[in-house]
């Protein structure tokens, strides 16, 4: 069974896979999938027809040594993305801000968005690629994997 806070909103039709975690006060819309293992932190906020697939994290703290985990940040995401299996997404770093995501983008397997970054409409993040970004500038860049 999945374990669903009594304050999360979820939209009509949206499946919720065995073993998931959905946070306080998660929004969820319509004709979502999440399948197992999937964890949606405080502060996520998701439109309709997004797909997340197996080990799936959304919303967890930056990996950063200054950051507070006590202020609130989140993530918003729009319609119609795919996020593949163990694919993750962090909230921004600063109070009351948010990491974007638009519509219709897949972040393939281990695709990794950092806190803060705004990605569009229509993006294509491959296996394994770190989107990242300075929050002061919130223009993403892409990091190189090492080989």
Sequence with gaps: MPEVHITAI?????RIGPYSILEDGVEIGEHC???SCVKIYTGVRMGDNNQLLHGAVIGGSPQNLDFDIN???GVTIGENNIFREHSTVHRSMFE??????GNGNLIM???HIAHGCILEDRNVICNGALLVCS???RKPEI???PN
């Design 10 to 14: 979820i939209g009509k039709h949206t």
């Design 33 to 35: 999938i999440i399948e």
């Design 71 to 73: 202020i609130r940040s």
């Design 96 to 101: 009351n801000r948010t990491t974007l995501i």
């Design 109 to 111: 397997a281990t695709g």
């Design 135 to 137: 929050e002061q500038k």
């Design 143 to 145: 990091l190189d994997q």
